[in-house]
């Protein structure tokens, strides 16, 4: 039947009855429905289906042309899974072509060109233009798709995480033009048309930015664990390619080359899979991939390969299957599809392993389909049958496979241990192991097969049940071990382990690899589950030489998974052998290099856990053992080997005991020393003075093992004849890296100088001693350089401890001979016409390296000497050796080498010399000059050492120059005869100009040197190189500021020193020193001879302007400079103005401006007393001013002058107003002003401006302005449209600070300012940026000013203020006016509005109004630039003509107002009122579209503005609005809306409610609902509003008819939807009034303590049922359908005819109201006649209830159970003395019964609502006209109420109710069981009741006749029950007793055991049960026969689906009489409350 069964589809069928679960077995031609795991119930063809089509959420249809079927699943997902399945393997899928279209994947590695086809079920690839297909995956498995910005680009992704980025080709449009992205599109439209065709699932589309498309993803290296390169299956190029293979710790990665293709999660591979075929390929699969086929793989150490990844997929803490069959299924089921498997999944396979033999072909396919389903999971079942036939099945197959060379059987037997595996992890099934007939044997047998992929499957089989999971199967891991690990198994795992060195490298790595496993989990990861005594059998086993051997020899091996799990079995063998056993164990490690081995596996393994055991086996190998500690201390730094003496850390936490039941624990050895801490530091790097230890030690020490090893085993297979060992004595390990550190005792210089400034050192003076001592004796100037630096540092750092040298001397000869080497090398390196260039002086200089090179290095030895002088120096007596010791001298002697090589690092040798010279002064304290000089100074002015330091200034090291200058300085000052002649002796002065010339910055100590020689020779010297005043700067300035100068950094107007002199005295010094450069090229010893020059003639110094001690030129040159007497320069300046020409004028007076900037505070400049010469310089003709260009370049700048002098001071513009300055501006003004187009003019023009602007601060000037009119008007012309706007501001400047004055303020308004002001307000452009809309903000802003808008109030503070502002509201309108004053408006905003159409409610501004305004302000200014004496009127006669047809109210413009209701009003109050007062004063009949301006303009004030709603309830703005609502509809229907509009906004606030609550006014508007359909909404939004927040408004809407009215609307059946809407609007109206009603009412009934009549209810009663009533409190529109709809059912009988009665009564009601007057009394609600429903219908009625309907429907739940108990108690109480009302009295018994045994808990009311209800009750039993039915029911009735507390305690009063029962037993006989249970459980539960058991009763009597003639009964057994329970009663049993007088015996029988409750407990009667029910009129609108109803908590909640029937035993009680036999559980569950 599944012989090829492809795969398996788990689903459920639905059915009618009960869904029936099915299993889908898809073979090769058909599908196969299986039920209940073997029952075939369809076969159907692939061909059949004619359609797989998903349903709802998780459903799909099967569609054949016979049947179509629907099938359930729990979620999409699954449903998504079955249906991929079945409509791939059936073919289904593939019937439509797929969409095929050509794209390019993006990879890391590169793009590939494909084409990509789109199905109903798959995304596929194939190569272009072929049919083939590469890769494909399901459309089930895509959960987004995303769309890259900006590209052509888009991405998949899929479940397993995976993105696959595509690249589609933009197909052309059809205009032969590229179309981007329509092709990427189509695609994505392709691909989520598809998903939601086939699975209605639609992935979202987002987005994504092209930079996180392609992520490119890099591992350094030193992360990569393994890696190894190898082969992998390209199914797009059908062939293996090349590809590497390297793990991590967390991930697996694929790279092609340096590129990583692909990287998962190691933890994510699922399974791995040999190929029997091909030994070298394997397989991996990743959980949840949605790949069609696993990744294969091919190298040669194939398994070595799958060993190490399983190794690290474990320490990752995952779990991978082994499937070693090699044998792949059928049919590749991807791991996307697998689910986690549920009961039926596991039974289904569990039973189909029970179905194979191993003799037919479908043996290894089921197998392969248990172990791909249930992998990975513990199975639930405990049936251990599967277990006993697998294992069968193992026997019989491995029997099979070791005696035949068959393949498929030994693939049996792989698959039969995978199965063995899955079935296990049930708890049930591992203990069942261990009972197993023969499974340890079994699993030997395995063990010992000669296929190795079996032996492998049985031990890792082994190895997962001695290893389960954490917190699994704990207790019984240690049993399993030893039933599993017997002595013939654990000799066949060590068989295995010692064959493993007979073959070849990479066979049956992977058995060895898990038998190793297997002990490892032993002894190390499970330990704490081994046996302690089983252990210590197993130890000597292990330790044997051969066993240590042969794991000695597998710690080498090239897997590292071996080699790891090996160390683990032999640290354990180490740890816990005897001492005798471990030193033999040692002894072997170290003679067969396993010690050796496992050092460097400690430091170079890329495994931590392998450093970390290694590590610990090195310490194990070496504890207590010489020869072993020997070796390893030989090879490691001594430095390294300190940590192994670090106290031990040991664990406190409590470990887990050795062995699950033994007591005792196994002994542990532990070394002595910190070997833990010994490696952990050997793999960390380190660097200090004692120690270097990196990766480049680590591989030194590696490497040189390596090569021991590979020696000792390639000797050892030359030596095969005899034994080997180890000749470790003589192996040592050589680090380079150590020895190129210099070592000097203890420590390593070039460590410390690493490691500089945080190392220390031991004996510091011990240290550097032994230092020189290796300077001495090294060669290499590579190594003194580093022996060099250290010293210098050790000097440094440790000064004090070393303190004086002694050997100083030494140090000197030292340097004599490296001076002399290098002089030597020098001059034999002159002679050469070229050089190497420098080299590195850290490189080696030996080994012929060229003489370059070797020079600089021996410089730097002697750079690094001169370095450790000057840190020696510290200590002086140390430089007092030296410079006794004659030390200065050849030191000295480097100098001149300086002056070839250019080298900065001689500066060092200048400082030695300095410090030398700093020692001892050449003056005391009192500043006497020492002789002779000090010795340091003596040495160095002897011989020829003083010029080699002058010559040092033509170094072309800064650093030199400045050290060689300071040398100098130090040497000449005080230093007279020395200095005397020494420019002839050296050329200093040429060195040093030269010097500073040359230097990039500026020389601070060349110019203190130069000062110093200048100070002690002749001035004459200098002179001939520099200007006298640079000389006498010289010896007053500071050198740093000399040398500023010297260089131009900064000028002076003391001197004139411009590049062109520095160019003349460049050429000089190069005459004078450049023959000297070249001979001192060849020579570096050469001396300068001195020659003379001639006085040099700088140009340009006699036509300087100079006044005081400043040249002019470079005063203006450099204004910042300070001025020493600036007083004198200013005196001298203006005495000169008038005695140069005009140009030299100018740039006096720019001087004396420069003067004025810095020194305005000093007296002289606040004093002026210039200005008679400056208004001479300003002298000007009004009639013909010269414009020449000189006379306007001196009056600019004497007008820059006056400003700066009128700005410093008070008195300077009090004198310049007295000396008539005032008119001199005037002139100025007017001139210029008429000819401002030329740029000179303006300058000037604006000097004049500022000069007015400061001047008219002060008041006098103000005066003189008004004085002279004219300043006014020539300021006035230079506000126009087009001058500059600098001219522009200042003129509004000055326009502001005339306004501060009102006389000018009022010639300002005479002179048009505010035209002038308005031409550039008009000439602003919108958008511009230009000047003029500059000046158009700033004139707006100057205008606000002087008008006085932006006074703190606002209004005008003097006339002229006034009349400006009158002027600009007839000119722009009040609303603009108000806009500029407003604090939030901007200029640049006003201007805006200025230039737009602007309109508001108090503003019209518009193009007609602007081109008014501005042709009039054109008009204006043309008359005042005419020339005329023109002055403007006091008042402005201006208007508008275009705004002369708009309405305004209050000054407001209601057209705008209303189309800007928003607007902002200042005070809205008023305007409404205005409003009001405006409709009053209209004929509303003749205007009427002004009527209806002004009432919407009411509207909007009531909108936008809160609290003015007391306005529209006034007498007089009622009496307004209710007089247009009393219009005729015709004439004014629109007008009445927006009156009822204004009334709805009023009515919105509560305090308004009352006024417009008349009775009379709901009249008018309760006749506006019957003349116009239009107004009713909104005259119900009025009453609605009016309810909801008054008292009298509730009141009077019933006392003025207005709820008729409402009522009239609401029963108006018209089926339109817009009536409907109203009748749902009219119904929410009526029930916000019920409630308020009622709240009223009883508000009302609090206050007055008495009960009051609700007028709306009794109103609504008359006219509706009850019900009716109550369902206006439902959702308004579920009345409207309710009330329209027919209803029939004991609570409501509701028709067309009742419907027409209760709207015939409110239409004779309405009709009545609405021909009644405005002022008619109240109507009466009370006085109308009640509508009679029961004679209408022909029924009778109680409490609401039509009763005989009740009785014909039981089970029915009321809507008021109260009240119609009450009457029908209140109605059996009042007709049961009427026999002739017998009939009614039965039918209201049999209606209660029903009420109460449907719903019991209502019996709890019976015993309170009437007092004496149960008293009635049981009166009536003895009524002889009643039936005796209503007998019956009178006793199940009293049945109930006895099993509720309440009604028992009241029956208890009643003296006669067990003779009333007996009564009842007599009339009927079917009442006699009840009675009797009833009776019975009375006594139970109160035995009070015995007493009623009187002989009056009859009790007894009938009770003994019942016992005697029905003993076997139920009957019987309840009566001799009750009647046992009266006789043994010690209180109250005497009657009884007395009564069975001779029946004794009887009573001594054992009553049956029979409870007394006989109905289901009785809930207690709540309130929220007594509250009347309202349900939605769809579960009652028609009565349907239910079964029983209870009640509900929530009745709102309450479902149709949620009634329930009574129990039947309950209900047949009614007809029997007789209570069956009934579980009384099951009662109280059926009469639970529906949830």
Request: hydrophobic share 40%; proline share 5%; net charge neutral.
């Amino acid at each position: 039947m599944d012989t090829s069964c492809r795969a398996t589809v788990f689903t459920t069928k639905s059915r009618f009855l009960s869904n029936s679960k099915r299993v889908f077995m898809i073979t090769s031609q058909d599908v196969v429905s299986l039920e209940g795991g073997s029952t075939v119930k369809m076969r159907l063809p692939f061909k059949d289906i004619q359609s797989l089509t998903p349903k709802g959420t998780h459903n799909f249809v099967l569609k054949t042309s016979k049947f179509t079927d629907t099938y359930l699943h729990d979620d999409s997902a699954h449903r998504s899974r079955a249906l991929t399945l079945l409509m791939d393997l059936s073919g289904y899928g593939a019937r439509e072509p797929p969409r095929q279209f050509q794209v390019t994947q993006v990879k890391r590695g590169g793009e590939v060109p494909l084409q990509l086809s789109v199905s109903a079920t798959s995304l596929s690839k194939s190569v272009p233009g072929s049919s083939t297909v590469y890769s494909s995956r399901y459309l089930s498995d895509i959960t987004s798709l995303y769309s890259v910005d900006g590209s052509d680009m888009f991405a998949v992704e899929y479940s397993d995480g995976s993105m696959q980025l595509y690249s589609c080709a933009d197909s052309a449009s059809s205009s032969g033009e590229s179309t981007p992205g329509v092709q990427k599109t189509l695609v994505i439209g392709c691909i989520q048309k598809m998903l939601h065709a086939s699975f209605l699932e639609t992935p979202p589309v987002a987005t994504l930015n092209a930079d996180h498309t392609v992520h490119s993803y890099a591992v350094p290296p030193e992360k990569r664990l393994y890696g190894v390169p190898l082969k992998k299956y390209s199914r797009r190029a059908a062939a293996m390619v090349d590809r590497t293979l390297f793990i991590t710790a967390d991930h697996i990665c694929v790279a092609d080359g340096t590129t990583i293709l692909s990287h998962k999660p190691l933890t994510s591979i699922l399974r791995i899979s040999n190929f029997e075929d091909k030994k070298q390929r394997f397989a991996i699969e990743y959980s949840g991939s949605s790949k069609d086929a696993p990744s294969i793989f091919e190298h040669d150490q194939m398994q070595q390969v799958v060993a190490n990844l399983v190794m690290a997929v474990h320490y990752a803490g995952g779990s991978v299957a082994l499937n070693l069959s090699g044998v792949p299924p059928g049919t590749y089921l991807r791991p996307s599809l697998w689910q986690a498997p549920d009961w039926p999944m596991e039974e289904h396979f569990c039973a189909r392993l029970l179905t194979i033999t191993g003799k037919d072909d479908r043996t290894l396919p089921v197998l392969q389909e248990f172990a791909w389903y249930l992998n990975a999971h513990e199975l639930k079942a405990k049936d251990t049958r599967h277990l006993q036939w697998i294992l069968r099945l193992l026997r019989y197959s491995n029997t099979l496979s070791e005696h035949s060379s068959e393949d498929a059987s030994g693939a049996i037997v792989v698959e039969c241990l995978n199965c063995l595996a899955i079935l296990l992890t049930s708890k049930a099934n591992y203990s069942e192991m261990m009972r197993l007939e023969d499974s340890a044997r079994t699993l030997c047998d395995t063990l010992r097969s000669q296929n190795e992929m079996i032996a492998t499957s049985a031990a890792r089989l082994i190895l997962s049940l001695i290893e389960q999971p954490e917190k699994r199967h704990v207790k019984m891991e240690g049993q399993m071990k030893m039933h599993l690990l017997q002595d013939e198994t654990i000799t066949t795992l060590l068989s295995i382990l010692v064959a493993h060195n007979s073959k070849k490298s990479g066979e049956q790595m992977l058995l060895t690899d898990s038998v190793l496993r297997v002990f490892a989990s032993v002894f190390k990861a499970h330990a704490h589950t081994t046996d302690r005594d089983w252990f210590m059998q197993l130890l000597p086993k292990m330790s044997r030489q051969t066993t240590v051997s042969t794991l000695f020899h597998l710690c080498t091996s090239a897997c590292a998974s071996i080699s790891l799990n090996a160390s683990y079995v032999l640290r354990v063998i180490l740890s816990t052998n005897s001492p005798e056993a471990r030193t033999a164990i040692q002894d072997m490690a170290r003679l067969n290099m396993a010690l050796l081995y496992h050092i460097m596996l400690t430091i170079d393994s890329p495994f931590p856990k392998q450093r970390r055991v290694s590590g610990q086996l090195v310490g194990l190998m070496c504890a207590e053992n010489k020869e072993s500690m020997f070796v390893f201390m030989r090879i490691i730094p001594r430095k390294l080997l300190a940590y192994l003496k670090e106290p031990i850390k040991r664990k406190t936490s409590h470990k887990k005991r050795w062995g699950f039941s033994s007591s005792a624990k196994i002994e542990h050895f532990q070394p002595q020393l910190n070997w833990v801490r010994l490696f952990e530091e050997a793999v960390h790097d380190h660097e200090n003075p004692e120690l270097l230890w990196n990766d480049a030690t680590r591989s030194e020490l590696a490497t040189a093992i390596r090569d021991e090893m590979s020696g000792y085993f390639r000797d050892s297979r030359a030596n095969r004849d005899n034994n080997k060992v180890w000749n470790y004595e003589e192996f040592n390990v050589k680090y380079r890296t150590l020895e190129q550190m210099v070592p000097v005792g203890k420590y390593y210089v070039g460590l410390i100088l690493r490691t500089v400034p945080d190392c220390t050192v031991e004996e510091p003076a011990q240290f550097l001693a032994d230092m020189f001592h290796h300077l001495l004796l090294e060669p290499a100037a590579r190594n003194r350089i580093m022996l060099l630096q250290c010293m210098t540092w050790c000097a440094d750092k440790y000064k004090r401890d070393i303190g004086h040298i002694y050997y100083m001397r030494n140090i000197i000869r030292f340097l004599e001979a490296s001076l002399h080497e290098v002089e030597g090398r020098t001059i034999a390196a002159a002679a050469s016409p070229a050089r190497a260039p420098a080299a590195d002086p850290g490189k080696e200089c030996e080994g012929g390296g060229a003489s370059g090179e070797v020079e600089d290095s021996e410089l730097d030895v002697l750079e690094w000497a001169c370095k450790f002088l000057i840190e020696s120096f510290k200590v002086v007596d140390n430089l007092r050796d030296f410079i006794r010791a004659g030390g200065l001298i050849p030191v000295a002697g480097l100098l001149p080498l300086s002056q070839r090589v250019n080298d900065t690092r001689f500066f060092h040798c200048a400082q030695v010399l300095i410090t030398a010279c700093k020692l001892v002064d050449s003056t005391d304290e009192r500043g006497f000059i020492k002789i002779p000089i000090p010795r340091a100074k003596s040495d160095l002015c002897g011989g020829h050492t003083l010029n080699y330091i002058v010559q040092g200034l033509m170094a072309d090291s800064s650093e030199v120059v400045e050290r060689c200058a300071v040398l100098l300085e130090l040497l000449l000052n005080n230093n007279g005869a020395v200095v005397d002649g020494l420019h002839d002796r050296t050329g200093v002065l040429f060195f040093v100009c030269r010097a500073m010339l040359k230097a990039e910055e500026p020389h601070t100590a060349a110019a203190a040197l130069l000062r110093t020689v200048h100070k002690q020779q002749a001035p004459a010297l200098l002179r001939l190189l520099l200007p006298d005043s640079m000389a006498f700067f010289l010896s007053n300035a500071e050198p740093d500021v000399f040398a500023r100068v010297f260089v131009g950094a900064e000028t002076t107007p003391e001197v004139i020193w411009t590049a062109e002199m520095r160019e003349q005295l460049t050429a000089t010094l190069e005459l004078a020193l450049g023959p000297f450069a070249a001979a001192v090229a060849k020579d570096p010893r050469a001396v300068y001879e001195a020659v003379k020059v001639e006085a040099i003639k700088y140009k340009g110094l006699e036509d300087e302007l100079r006044c005081g001690n400043y040249y002019i030129k470079a005063l203006l040159e450099s204004p910042s400079w300070e001025v020493e007497e600036p007083e004198d320069v200013l005196t001298d300046a203006l005495q000169m103005l008038f005695k140069v020409p005009p140009k030299k004028q100018v740039m006096l007076l720019r001087a004396m401006c420069v003067l004025y900037r810095k020194y305005y505070r000093r007296t002289p400049f606040r004093l002026f007393e210039g200005f008679p010469i400056l208004l001479r310089a300003m002298e000007m003709d009004r009639a013909k001013p010269d414009l020449s260009q000189d006379k306007l370049d001196v009056v600019k700048a004497t007008t820059d002058l006056v400003f700066l002098s009128a700005w410093a001071s008070k008195e300077n513009r009090s004198v310049f107003l007295q000396v008539k300055g005032l008119s001199s501006l005037s002139t100025l003004l007017y001139c210029f002003s008429r000819h401002i187009d030329q740029p000179s003019v303006y300058k000037v023009l604006v000097n004049v401006l500022k000069i007015v602007t400061r001047l008219l601060d002060d008041q006098k000037a103000r005066d003189e302005v008004v004085v002279a009119p004219d300043v006014v008007s020539d300021v006035m012309w230079c506000l126009k449209v087009g001058y500059p706007s600098d001219v522009i501001g200042l003129a509004m400047q000055c326009s502001l600070s005339f306004s501060e004055d009102t006389r000018l303020c009022d010639m300002m308004y005479k002179n048009g300012v505010h035209f002038f002001l308005l031409e550039f307000m008009f000439s602003y452009k919108k958008g511009d940026q230009a000047a003029d809309n500059e000046s158009a903000v700033r004139g707006c802003s100057v205008l606000a000013n002087i008008c006085g808008i932006f006074n703190d109030s606002g209004e005008p503070e003097n006339e002229p203020q006034r009349r400006f502002q009158a002027a600009l509201c007839r000119l722009l309108s009040h609303g603009m006016v108000k806009d500029i004053m407003r604090s939030s408006t901007s200029d640049a905003a006003f201007l805006e509005a200025l230039h737009g159409s602007y309109e508001t409610p108090n503003s019209i501004w518009n193009a007609a109004t602007r081109a008014e305004t501005e042709a009039f302000v054109h008009a204006r200014l043309a008359k005042f630039r005419s020339g005329s004496d023109y002055k403007e009127p006091d008042e402005l006669e201006f208007s508008f003509s275009c705004l002369e047809k708009e309405v305004v109210v209050a000054d407001t413009y209601l057209r705008v107002y209303n189309q800007q209701p928003q607007w902002a009003l200042e005070d809205p109050r008023a305007f409404l009122e205005e409003l009001f007062a405006a409709v009053r004063s209209i004929d509303v009949v003749a205007n009427v579209e002004k009527t209806r301006a002004v009432l919407i303009s009411i509207s909007h004030v009531l909108t936008h503005n809160g609290g003015v709603e007391s306005v529209v309830v006034t007498p007089d703005s009622l009496a307004c609005l209710f007089a247009i609502l009393q219009l005729p509809v015709s004439q004014v229907e629109s007008l009445q809306a927006l009156a009822l509009g204004a009334l709805v906004l009023a009515t919105a606030n509560q305090q308004c409610i009352d006024p417009v609550a008349e009775i009379d006014r709901l009249r008018l508007l309760g006749r506006c609902i019957k003349n116009s359909a239009s107004q009713r909404a909104q005259v119900l939004n009025i009453l609605d509003n009016m309810i909801s927040g008054s008292a009298k408004a509730v009141a009077n809407v019933t006392a003025s008819g207005g709820v008729v009215y409402l009522l009239e609307m609401v029963t108006n059946s018209s089926h339109e939807r817009e009536h409907r809407q109203i009748r749902a609007l009219a119904t929410q109206t009526l029930r916000l009034l019920k409630a308020s009603s009622l709240s009223l009412k009883r508000r009302r009934e609090r206050q007055s303590k008495k009960l009051l009549r609700d007028p709306f209810m009794s109103l609504m009663l008359a006219l509706f049922p009850p019900y009716v009533c109550a369902m206006l409190d439902r959702a308004p529109t579920e009345f409207v359908t309710f009330y329209d709809a027919n209803t029939r059912n004991p609570d409501l009988i509701w028709d067309d005819v009742n419907r027409e009665a209760a709207r015939s009564s409110i239409m004779k009601l309405l009709a009545a109201i609405d021909n009644q007057p405005v002022g008619a009394p109240d109507f009466d609600a009370g006085g109308v006649p009640c509508v009679e429903y029961a004679a209408l219908n022909g029924m009778r009625q109680c409490g609401g209830v039509y009763v005989r309907m009740l009785i014909e429907h039981p089970a029915y739940r009321l809507h008021n159970t109260r009240r119609f108990m009450e009457e029908a108690m209140a109605a059996v109480a009042e007709l049961r003395s009427d026999p002739s009302q017998a009939t009614s009295v039965d039918e209201l018994i049999a209606a209660l019964y029903h009420v109460v045994i449907n719903r019991n808990e209502w019996a709890n009311y019976l015993g309170e609502v009437p007092n004496n209800g149960l008293e009635t009750l049981t009166s009536c039993l003895t009524d002889q006209h009643l039936s005796n039915e209503s007998v019956l029911h009178l006793v199940l009735l009293l049945s109930v109420c006895a099993h509720c507390a309440g009604p028992r305690k009241k029956l208890i009063g009643i003296p006669k109710l067990f003779a009333s029962l007996v009564s009842a037993i007599k009339r009927n006989y079917n009442a006699q069981e009840p009675a009797l249970q009833t009776m019975f459980l009375l006594v139970k539960m109160d035995p009070a009741f015995i007493t009623q058991a009187s002989v009056e009763s009859e009790l007894v009597p009938m009770l003994l006749e019942t016992v005697k003639s029905s003993a076997t009964t139920k009957t019987g057994q309840v009566a001799f029950a009750l009647l046992k329970t009266m006789y043994i009663d010690k209180r109250y049993g005497e009657t009884v007793r007395s009564q069975l007088f001779g029946e004794e015996e009887l009573m001594a029988g054992e009553a049956a055991a029979i409870k007394p409750q006989f109905y289901p407990k009785i809930d207690p009667l709540d309130p929220g049960r007594m509250t009347p029910v309202v349900v939605p009129f769809n579960q009652r609108m028609n009565y349907i026969a239910p079964a029983g109803v209870v009640e509900q908590k929530n009745y709102s909640s309450l479902a149709p689906g949620g009634i329930k029937r009574a129990p039947a035993a309950i209900s047949s009680a009614a007809s029997t009489g007789r209570l069956p036999e009934v579980d009384r559980k099951e009662v109280r569950k059926t009469m639970a409350p529906a949830s």
